[in-house]
Structures are given as structure tokens and as C-alpha cells.
């Protein structure tokens, strides 16, 4: 049984979502509040007839409702940086210096890329107002620098620009990711463009705010230098560190990757598993010294919450330590028991109205699909294998809470990240048990004080991370382990989430309804997939690739496409953009030629031309006015040549990834002096024209 604060959650989200994406102006939402507020106010002072009152109940249902999606969208406005003032956006100016704190930074083999929170402008002629935004920081390392810390003032001598959304077709966009957490700018900086400053006087609160967040960056170096001295193995050593903080700078890439291609990544998040951990283990010790249970709670769910805080306050920790919160105060304190599944609703209303850009975040979504799966699923499956065997009994129960948990994140996972694990009941049937000893070990290891035995817990540590990553790898290694380069829109996502949850309400209560309902979306989804199928077969495109020093272009027409390659890329055979492109526009058959000559490229096709100036190569113009529509493209730091581009009359002229930025600059330039449309794939992602 649902509950019915669920329906609350959804009109909360609706408003968030209405904000975020200007579906809604504020007049109007101010006009349906008022309507709102006005008739509870009517219906819940005022006396009415018990026939009209029965009438008019769904009424006032619909308007508390209205109530909360207003109120979704009004704490999204509030929180929104772009709505107030004083935004670095609004008052920012090129020749700017701009004075912020630090509020989270992580150390590049070359940069430092920190979030700074902007809090001081300083203009041209010497006047200083207060602002405020996020703004992404990549700090050049310099000799005298140190990785700035939370709370550190920072003095910016660059103004900083808006994010640039470089996206290729079916690859993540990064910008649109950090929009989501409010950073709308960055700013790339040498050593000479920041400094630090010393702090001065500040409120009381964020005085604390920052000691206690300067205690907690102390703890973590603490913890990364206790680990460097006893465990060798780099590998392990970023493994354990990511169990216990959740940071994973320390871990190679490509283990990140394995774990998320077997759908093990999850032990990486600090979420329910550490959280269920520590809580036990801080009750089973506070139990040993024979504190009342009330207590013992208590203090359990500070240490549990100064974890969550020192982790980063990551959403899917959020979500387990307020889930436990609101299951045990009111069953201890007011001995008024919670279900799981309100504690669950309950917690995603409180966090967003604390953060509501979280319902974008993908951790959030994940987290909580994935409990809920749990709690509707996992009992229905469970008691589909009765046996007395206590080992298969408990396999059977780690396979089905992996089971029930992807039941609702499959839809979303193949949606993100394009691959599905097909193996994700035995990987995590492996991983799940060996990490909770790794992560008790680690903690262990950490609070040890003495040498002695804390080299014997590193042993023990080292033997089960070798266990762990061996049979991760292993898993890895296999090619049928995984299904890669899925995609589907969203609402084929929509319709997959409709069959699957008929599909198990089906198997779990054999109604008509429930079935009706997976046939539905089982239909909608074939129905969709096959109607981009069929449009594949008519699509005509050009595309220019953003990818660092590779000029990568392609023609697709219906299923077939011819890509053109020049740059450096060392592994040419596989292009993972060509790979990705080739299952997203359902192209059957791939022609890839790579540059080898000397000469400026002129490609013909469908009627229209397409000019390649090549920076490397003598250019030999001898195109001087276009027959065909023109489109130019800019690669390796081509020169811009102004009486030829006002001869050729070119439709658009595309600057990709091979350039730097002083040329883009310049032909930026030069084609806004001629009136001519400009696209860099450094800064607009990859350009599609669709004919």
C-alpha cells in the first residue's frame, strides 16, 4: 500500500521541476496559490452541509495539492542564485577581480579545481560590492601554493566565464551537470591570477561552518596519511579511502569504471550500506557499556549524522541517515512506530525543501529507486525460494534485494549511462560482503593506535582488497558481462518504468489492472523504438565532433555514414564518439577515412558544400564563390582570410576541438564583422545540422 504523502512528494517535485525549467511564469503560480489558500481557508473554517461537502472534498484535495506544488516551486525560486540580485552573473563585467571562499576542492595532476562561493566584487575603478553564485575553479599549481581547503579565502584576478556545454551526440553533458548543483561559470587560472587572503571578520555561524569544515578536512588528511603508511597498494589504498569518505581522487579511473560496468558501484557511495554499518556497530558498542536504549539511539545518530557530514553530505547518505532517524525518534522517543516506505517519502520531502536541485541529481534519483524497489519488491521476491538451507537462503536474499533494487533504476541507468550489467546479482553477491569487511577493517585500522596491530589489520585489509578488485576485474574482463551503448529517450524511459512496475504488481497480485498496465508500457515502448527506427532510414545529417586535437567529421544518411578523421589519436580504430553515434542513430554500416594528404578538403554532398581549412596544410582557395550552400570548417588553427569568407558567403562556420582558444577567438571575430553565423564546439559541444 502506497502512502498517501507520496502524492504530496509528487506535487513537490512537479513545482520544483515548473521553477527549474520556466514552465511556469511567478504570476500565475502567485495566482493559483492564492486560489488555493483562500478555499482551504474557506472549507476548513466554515461550516458546510454534509451533501455539498462530500461534493466538494476532491476539490479541496486538489487544492492542498496546488498548495504543494506551489510550494515546490517557490523553495526552488528561493534557492535558485539566478533569481536573486546580486548574481555574479548580473553584475559581473570582463575586466572584474572577484574575491570568494573555497567550498570544496580536489587536486588535478596539473590544476587545482576547487568551488568557490563568489562573495566580493572588485571593479575597474576600485569600487567592491558583495555577489553571490558558485563558480568552478581550476587553479594552475604553482611552487609556493598548497591545495586550497574549505573555508580558504581567495583572492581572482579573471573574471569567469559561462559554462561551455562540449557534448557529442549520446555522451554526457557536464555543464548541464553542474548547472544542476547551481555552478553556471568557471575560470581557468595561471599562478600569478589567485592568491590567498587572509580571512576576515564573519558572522558567527559561518565562523563555525568553517572550523568545523576546516576539523573535518584535517580528519581526511589524517586518514589519507594513516593509509599511505600501511597500505602499499595505491589501488587498495584509494579503494578504502572512498569507503570511508567517499572520495574517489584517489582511485584509478579505469577501476572506477569496472565497478560501474558490473553494477558494483554503488559500495563506492557513501549511502545505506556505510550508514547501516556504523549505526550498528555504534549500537553494539554503546550497548557493551550498558547505556539506556534512548540514549544509546541518540548518540548513535550523532555519530551517525558528524559521518554523513564528514563524507560530504552526499544525497544517498543523506537519504539513509534521515531514513533511520525518522524510523527510530518517533518509535524510541514516542513510541510511535514508522513504516519504511514513509520514512522513505517523508525523508525525499525534507531534502528537497532543504536542496531541491538534488531531484536532478543522479545519486538522489538512483538512491531512492532503488530503496524503493527494495521495500516493494524484496519481500515478494524473497518468498519466492523456500528452503532450509541457511547458505542458499542467504545467497537467495542478496540476489533478491540486487534484484529488487534494479527493478526501478534499470529504466534510469540504461537512460544515463547507456549499458545495463547483466551480471549484477553475482557481482554484488561477491562485492557487497567483502566491502562491509573491507569498510569495518578500514575504520578499525583508522582508530587503532598502535603500529603493531594496525599492521596486521593492513594485512588483512590488502588480502581482501586483492579478493575484491581480482574478481571485480575478473567479472569485468568478460564481454558478455554487460550490454553496452543503450539509449533510449526519456519518454521510452517513461514507458519502460510503466512495464516494469506492471510487470512485478502483476506477478505480486495478478490483477487485470497491473497487467493492462505492463502491456501498456511494453506497447508504447516498441511503438516508439520502432517509429525512430523507421525515421533512421529518412535522416540526413552532418556532424562536427568536439574531441581535444581530432578533427572528427561525419555524414549520415539513412543507415549509412562516412566519417572523415585527421589528428593525432593514437588508437584511430576505435573511436568511442563513432561507436556511440553508430548505436544512437541506428547506423548499420560505417565507412571511417583518415587524412593523409596535404591539401585543403572540399566535401560535396546532398547539394551542399563543405570546406575543410586545415592550419598543418598550405591552403589552396581556389573555391572563390560557393555554388552549392557552404558550410566551413575550422581545424588546427586555420587562419581566418576576410575577403575570401565575404567571396565564399559561407552558412556557418564551425571552429572544433583542434583549436585554441586565441583562433576561435579570431574567427569569432571576424564573423561577427561579416555577419556570419559562428559555432565552436568548445564552447556549444558538438554542431548537428539536420537536412
Sequence with gaps: ?????????????????????????????????????????????????????????????????????????????????????????????????????????????????????????????????????????????????????????????????????????????????????????????????????????????????????????????????????????????????????????????????????????????????????????????????????????????LCTWLFVIFSGMAPSACRAALMISLILLPQWLLKRPVSSIDALVCSAILLLMIHPAWIMDIGFQLSYLAVAGILLYYPFLHRCLQTENKIVKKCWSMIAVSVAAQVLILPLSIYYFHQFPVLFFITNLVAVPLSSILLILTCILLIMPWPSLSFYIAKLILTTGYILQGSIQWFHAMKWSRVENLFISFPEMIWMFLCLIGMMAFFMNRTKIALSMALLGFLGFWINRDCVFLQSFTQRKFIVYHIPQVSLLEWVEGQKAFSWLSGNRHQQDDIKELSVSNSLFHIQR???????????????????????????????????????????????????????????????????????????????NVCEHLNLHFHATSEKGAFILNL
Excluded at 598543418?616 to 575570401?644: G, M, Y
Aim: charged share 15%; net charge positive; proline share 4%.
Design 1 to 301: 500500500m502506497l502512502p498517501s504523502s507520496l502524492r504530496l512528494l509528487i506535487a513537490l517535485i512537479a513545482g520544483i521541476l515548473l521553477e527549474m525549467y520556466g514552465l511556469a511564469p511567478l504570476s500565475t503560480i502567485y495566482l493559483i496559490c492564492s486560489i488555493a489558500v483562500v478555499w482551504a481557508v474557506i472549507f476548513t473554517w466554515i461550516s458546510v452541509p454534509a451533501t455539498y461537502s462530500i461534493c466538494l472534498t476532491p476539490i479541496h484535495g486538489c487544492m492542498i495539492w496546488l498548495m504543494w506544488v506551489c510550494a515546490g516551486y517557490f523553495v526552488s525560486a528561493f534557492h535558485d542564485s539566478r533569481l536573486h540580485q546580486n548574481w555574479i552573473g548580473n553584475c559581473l563585467r570582463p575586466s572584474d577581480q572577484w574575491i570568494g571562499i573555497c567550498q570544496s576542492s580536489e587536486e588535478k595532476s596539473s590544476t587545482y579545481q576547487c568551488v568557490m562561493e563568489a562573495r566580493y566584487l572588485i571593479h575597474a575603478s576600485g569600487k567592491t560590492e558583495t555577489c553571490t553564485g558558485k563558480v568552478l575553479c581550476y587553479l594552475r599549481k604553482a611552487a609556493y601554493a598548497k591545495l586550497p581547503q574549505a573555508g580558504d579565502l581567495l583572492l581572482i584576478r579573471k573574471a569567469p566565464t559561462q559554462l561551455a556545454h562540449r557534448t557529442n551526440p549520446g555522451m554526457p553533458d557536464y555543464a548541464g551537470y553542474r548547472e544542476h548543483q547551481q555552478i553556471y561559470h568557471e575560470v581557468f587560472l595561471d599562478s600569478m591570477e589567485w592568491k590567498y587572503l587572509k580571512p576576515g571578520k564573519t558572522g558567527y555561524f559561518s565562523a563555525i561552518a568553517t572550523e568545523w569544515q576546516r576539523f573535518f578536512n584535517y580528519l581526511k588528511t589524517s586518514c589519507k596519511h594513516k593509509l599511505h603508511d600501511f597500505l602499499f597498494d595505491p589501488d587498495i589504498r584509494g579503494f578504502a579511502y572512498a569507503m570511508v569518505t567517499g572520495d574517489r581522487s584517489e582511485m584509478d579511473p579505469a577501476i572506477i569504471q569496472s565497478y560501474r560496468n558490473t553494477g558494483t558501484i554503488h559500495i563506492l557511495a557513501i549511502s545505506g550500506l556505510h550508514i547501516g554499518i556504523l549505526f550498528g556497530t555504534c549500537m553494539f558498542i554503546l550497548g557493551l557499556c550498558r547505556i539506556p536504549t534512548r540514549m544509546r539511539v541518540l548518540i548513535a545518530l
Design 590 to 668: 560505417q565507412d571511417l577515412a583518415i587524412d593523409s594528404s596535404s591539401c585543403t578538403h572540399v566535401f560535396i554532398w546532398n547539394r551542399t558544400q563543405f570546406i575543410q581549412l586545415d592550419g598543418r596544410k598550405q591552403q589552396s582557395l581556389f573555391i572563390k564563390e560557393a555554388t552549392f550552400p557552404c558550410f566551413i570548417i575550422v581545424t588546427h588553427n586555420a587562419k581566418p582570410d576576410t575577403t575570401w569568407l565575404q567571396h565564399v558567403s559561407p552558412r556557418v562556420v564551425i571552429a572544433d576541438g583542434t583549436n585554441t582558444f586565441g583562433t576561435i577567438a579570431k574567427w569569432k
